[in-house]
C-alpha cells in the first residue's frame, strides 16, 4: 500500500469510474459471516464447497451466495444480502 492508501475501482461505472476507498478488514474473522459467492463458472461450486468445509471445522460462520450466470453482473438483491449479512467474501471464480 503507498502513502495514498489502496483504491479500488468500481468496474460497473464505465463513463465516470468512481473511487472508493478500501473498507478495513475486520480485527477477527470470528466475529464476522464469511460470504461465498459463486459465479457460476464450471467448478466454481466445488471449490466453495472445500472453502465452506474449511471455515466450518473451524467453526467460523459462512452464507452461500450464487450468481445465475458469470456473464452478468450479480443482481442487486444478492449484492444487498452480502453486505447485510457478511464481514467478509469469498469469491469462487475457477474454471
Partial sequence: MNER???????????S???RARRAPPARLED????????????????LDT?????TQREFSVARFAK???TKPAPEAI??????????????LAD
Fill in 51 to 55: 472453502i465452506e468445509r474449511l471455515l
Fill in 79 to 92: 449484492v444487498q444480502a452480502i453486505v447485510e449479512r457478511c464481514g467478509v467474501v469469498v469469491v469462487g
Fill in 5 to 15: 492508501g489502496y483504491h479500488m475501482l468500481d468496474p460497473t461505472a464505465g463513463l
Fill in 68 to 70: 445465475a450466470t458469470h
Fill in 32 to 47: 464476522v459471516t464469511i460470504g461465498l459467492l459463486s459465479i457460476s463458472k464450471e467448478r466454481s461450486n466445488e471449490f
Fill in 17 to 19: 469510474p468512481e473511487r
